[in-house]
């Protein structure tokens, strides 16, 4: 069964850091490319960003260039994205997903920034 | 970046009947290099992830009713649920991955 669980979010400050994780399991995921994607409570859906399978190529969405890293550690399953310089406007439930076609997401995290 | 504009906003459907979603988007997504549409097309019900339902435009998920079919190529897409049912009721959002991803800003669909 293929499983993708986001960790990590949570209440930080206006500023702030935080770093999400996603463990993935029941596919290759070394061969697939991975994205975060966000939703702010209520609204649509949000492309952050995206990194291929070997990490050689990586893109974010403009409001979060500088402020956002994504990586991937192939050897742990593992994705990851760093936040900082976060703003109320990052407030959203964060979902870890495959490439398009794979059509793996995982529930979410929720990341809350607010003083 | 390419938009996508997807009409109506929301709707409301009587069990069994037929309900249709447009997306339009700002700049082709066919690659034209392998003939494929790069749309896609998700479910969202509350509380839950994306589902994806359709892909390459046309291409059912394994696993998804075959009362869900996409149609359309270059900027013009429709996802048609031939015979609604109560579980169907829930947020559709199609989905480009040409370029930088973008999605529709999501079509709500209850039940009449």
């Known amino acids: 069964e293929v499983q993708l669980v986001e960790s990590g979010g949570g209440l930080v400050k206006p500023g702030g850091s935080l770093r999400l994780s996603c463990a993935a399991s029941?596919?290759?995921?070394?061969?697939?490319?991975m994205n975060w994607v966000r939703q702010a409570p209520g609204k649509g859906l949000e492309w952050v960003s995206s990194i291929s399978s070997t990490s050689d190529y990586i893109y974010y969405a403009d409001s979060m260039e500088g402020r956002f890293t994504i990586s991937r550690d192939n050897a742990k399953n593992s994705l990851y994205l760093q936040m900082n310089s976060l703003r109320a406007e990052d407030t959203a439930v964060y979902y870890c997903?495959?490439?398009?076609?794979?059509?793996?997401w995982g529930q979410g995290t929720l990341v809350t920034v607010s003083s | 970046d390419i938009v996508m504009t997807q009409s109506p906003d929301s709707l409301a459907v009587s069990l069994g009947e037929r309900a249709t979603i447009n997306c339009k988007s700002s700049q082709s997504v066919l690659y034209g290099s392998n003939n494929k549409n790069y749309l896609a097309w998700y479910q969202q019900k509350p509380g839950q992830p994306p589902k994806l339902l359709i892909y390459w435009a046309s291409t059912r998920k394994s696993g998804v009713p075959d009362r869900f079919s996409g149609s359309g190529s270059g900027t013009d897409f429709t996802l048609t649920i031939s015979s609604l049912q109560a579980e169907d009721v829930a947020v559709y959002y199609c989905?480009?991955?040409?370029?930088?991803?973008?999605f529709g800003q999501g079509t709500k669909v209850d039940l009449k």
């Open positions: 997903a495959s490439e398009t076609v794979g059509g793996y």
């Open positions: 989905h480009q991955h040409y370029s930088f991803p973008t």
């Open positions: 029941g596919f290759t995921f070394s061969t697939y490319s």
